[in-house]
């Protein structure tokens, strides 16, 4: 059975073959439905190189060329002057040194002219004299001797500066009267030998052991000068407005002579204040305590007591504002004012050229105030509350009343 099969399966096969052979198409061409792709043309890799380099050249060679430097050419003189024209004055004067007329000797004004011309006829005419006659060197520093000596005792005389009860003037008219009326070298000389030996003889004058003893303590609940008190800021500090502070004690502060009895205990308060008057470029803030209040009620005047920080350095330092931002604006707008005025079209008459300098005068200053103001706003300086600081003792508190209460 299987043949037949076979047979009738092979059968179709044969039958089907010319059939499919006359439907094929003949081309797929016919089928495409998109259409051609535009060539892609590349540009070559050597042709861009060999311009590239051609236009790096002509650009190095246009720069080589306008930074060359130019050698200065003398200047071609138009018309050649064989003749120059001279003045009057120059043609008329003297060609050396040699011609140039020597002047004869000083004459008086008002006969000076005569006197010329009668020489120039022939006459002998006797020159007066002129200027003062000289005078002679000694009499001359005999004179300035005795004025000077007449100034130095007019000096001493309005001065009391002497000792011994005597008058000033009968003192100073001896000494005068002694003195030669002419300056004598040996004499100067002599008086410098002596201011010599007064320099070498003057010493110090006080003594080579202080007067001053100790002092025993008045006190022995005493906290002397050089304490230090540790506290920390109750309020915060800022010193735009002046204002009050109040700090806490962190630490118990026993006297000084012993260091046994409790006189400062922790959590006492401190109240002052501080300066608000700042400075341009102070970072620190100066404080001053002016009480100090104990846990029992009791209050000492502490006489405005210096206060540091925790290095002991005057003052406190936190933050500081310095307003740089604000300046950094009034720079910016005070510039664009100036940008703005000095916009001007050259077609602009008279008068619009005068209200725009006005206007640029008056938005200059403007701008130039504005910044001026800015920059004396001075720094704001602000210290946090809790912030450890140091009360310096510098006058001894004696606070016999708080080791009182403290016993009981």
Known sequence: MSRPEDAEGEAPTAEMAPDAAAVAPASP???????????????????????GGTAGIAIGGALLWALRPVDPKAAQELYEV???????AVTGAPADYGAVPKLGPP???????PIVSAQKAGEPVPVPAM???????????????RQRALQEREVAEGSRLFLGGGSAAAAVSGILDAQPSAADPAKEA???????????????QRAFESSERVVAPSSA????????????????????????ITAQVTQNVYDSPTGRLLLIPQ????????????????????????RLILPGGGSIRLDREPAGDASGMAGAE?????????MLRAAVVSSFLGIGTELAADGDGDLVRALRSGLQDSTNEAGRRLVERELSVPPTLTVRPGFSLRVIVTRDLILEEQLASSRR
């Open 267 to 290: 959590g006492a308060r401190l109240v002052g204040e501080y300066d608000s008057d700042v400075a341009a470029g102070q970072r620190r803030v100066l404080l001053a305590w002016d």
């Open 318 to 326: 936190d933050r500081v504002n310095n307003h740089w931002g604000r």
């Open 29 to 51: 061409d016919g089928f495409r439905l998109e259409g051609e792709l535009p060539r892609v043309m590349r540009l070559s890799r050597k042709t861009l190189a060999v311009l």
């Open 221 to 244: 609940a005493v906290v002397q000068a050089g304490t230090v008190i540790p506290a920390a800021l109750i309020t915060g500090i800022r010193s735009d407005l002046p204002g009050q």
């Open 131 to 145: 200027g003062p006659p000289t005078a002679d060197p000694r009499q001359t520093a005999r004179e300035q001797a």
């Open 190 to 204: 002599g008086t410098h030998t002596a201011a010599r030996k007064a320099f070498l003889a003057r010493g110090p």
């Open 82 to 88: 064989t003749s120059p024209n001279r003045s009057e």
């Open 107 to 113: 004459l008086p004004g008002d006969l000076g002219r």
